[in-house]
């Protein structure tokens, strides 16, 4: 199973990503799946979850301005994130909560990371 990440760059504070997450390999369906990032010294934390029935759970720092989604059928979940701040500078990475089979129980996956640079 690998998931990849895009959607990263330069944007000034105000501007607005979308990040997106493509899980491929053998899937059979995925749980919950959500995005972290990590700024330079700090713990890869959390930034928003959605489970597979469509519930979401967001940080903090992101409620108001970010919104996840998913497709299910094509196993991406994505980040609109909007009225971007430099403090959201960072390595945001994907994971996904993957069932390989019907019968198997989920595995973690992680994406490779997008930066995604805010500038002031």
């Known amino acids: 199973v690998q998931l990849q990440a895009s959607g990263g760059g330069l944007v000034q504070a105000g501007g607005s990503l979308r990040l997106s997450c493509a899980a491929s390999?053998?899937?059979?369906?995925?749980?919950?799946t959500g995005w972290y990032r990590q700024a330079p010294g700090k713990q890869r934390d959390l930034v928003a979850s959605?489970?597979?029935?469509?519930?979401?759970n967001y940080a903090d720092s992101a409620k108001g301005r970010f919104t996840i989604s998913r497709d299910n059928a094509q196993n991406t979940v994505y980040l609109q994130m909007n009225s971007l701040k430099p403090e959201d500078t960072a390595v945001y990475y994907c994971n996904a909560q993957v069932r390989r089979y019907s019968w198997s129980s989920s595995l973690d996956a992680w994406g490779q990371g997008t930066l995604v640079t805010v500038s002031s």
């Open positions: 959605i489970t597979r029935g469509g519930r979401t």
């Open positions: 390999g053998s899937i059979f369906s995925i749980d919950s």
